[in-house]
């Protein structure tokens, strides 16, 4: 079983950065696509951004040149750079770690954390 711990939420004027962490324990992650996906109130969870094993990364369309995701591999780690964030990015960010290692965590076949609160303000 893993166990994700985020870090790094908080509120932030729009405009603003910010810097989320995960560090997992528990099974092994090596091998393991590991990522993060957003859930603003009211709204559906979902994908935005992973990276491979090898750091090969995707991101969804809207984060694209703003967000930054990357990996330490020795510390069972994933990171989120969050740059020019929007009110609307306003959410509880959540890290996944993939539980088949032939599927990326935008497939949505993961275990989750518990979640690090987000607020942009205008």
């Known amino acids: 079983q893993i166990q994700l711990l985020e870090s790094g939420g908080g509120l932030v004027h729009a405009g603003g950065s910010l810097r989320l962490s995960c560090a997992a324990s528990?099974?092994?992650?090596?091998?393991?696509?590991m990522g993060w996906f957003r859930q603003a109130p009211g709204k559906e969870r979902i994908f935005v951004a992973d990276?491979?094993?090898?750091?090969?990364?995707y991101y969804e369309e809207s984060v694209q040149g703003r967000f930054t995701i990357s990996r330490d591999n020795a510390k069972k780690a994933v990171y989120l750079q969050m740059n020019s964030l929007k009110p609307e990015e306003t959410a509880v960010y959540y890290c996944?770690?993939?539980?088949?290692?032939?599927?990326?965590?935008?497939?949505?076949?993961?275990?989750w954390g518990q979640g690090t609160q987000v607020t942009v303000s205008s």
């Open positions: 996944a770690a993939a539980i088949d290692p032939r599927i990326e965590v935008r497939f949505h076949n993961n275990d």
């Open positions: 528990g099974r092994t992650v090596t091998g393991y696509s």
């Open positions: 990276i491979d094993y090898n750091g090969e990364s």
